[in-house]
């Protein structure tokens, strides 16, 4: 690139970078983030993981909705995701179930970082996982707050 000029647009990287988990991340290493993520496309109503199996990874959404349904005795959607919004992140940190079904509410474009690849970051570009990790525990403690605060105003 030369001096003045400007780098062409590239959606999916720009996308990625304004992803909170990855917001702090130079473009060079959103790029490098990038590279370890798998590409999946799903239909509408498709299932992405089933409430039960164990969990691999976390999903980012480039395109499309996905809603995260807890299945008992009367379904139950518990969140709704569109573009830039990421799910199942719990999966990076531990082996557990999930608790709940993500499925495509319309055609959907998904990036997936499983926990292997992470783990491989960790090793490999230690700095980089740790802006990531940093990232996740506030994501997740904010969540936990929400949902105290949710359960608090139910009582």
């Known amino acids: 690139m030369f001096f ?3 780098r062409a647009p590239n959606t999916r990287l720009d996308l990625l970078k304004s992803v909170v988990l990855f917001k702090d991340l130079p473009m060079r290493d959103v790029a490098m983030v990038d590279s370890l993520m ?3 496309r799903y ?3 498709e299932v ?5 199996e164990e969990g691999q990874g976390l999903f980012v959404v480039l395109s499309g909705r996905v809603k995260i349904v807890r299945h008992g005795q009367v379904p139950e959607t518990l969140l ?3 573009p830039g919004s990421f799910f199942g992140e719990v999966a990076l ?3 557990c179930v999930r608790t709940a079904q993500a499925r495509a509410v319309e ?10 690849e992470f783990y491989s970051l960790l090793e490999t570009h230690s700095a980089i996982a740790s802006r990531i ?3 996740l525990a506030r994501v997740l403690a904010a969540r936990l707050r929400q949902a105290i605060t949710s359960r608090d105003q139910h009582i």
């Open 4 to 6: 003045g000029q400007k």
């Open 43 to 45: 239909l509408a109503d």
């Open 80 to 82: 709704e995701f569109g």
């Open 133 to 135: 990790s940093f990232q």
């Open 107 to 116: 055609d959907a474009h998904i990036v997936a970082l499983f926990r292997a």
């Open 48 to 52: 992405i993981f089933d409430e039960g």
């Open 93 to 95: 940190l531990d082996q």
């Open 38 to 40: 798998h590409e999946r």
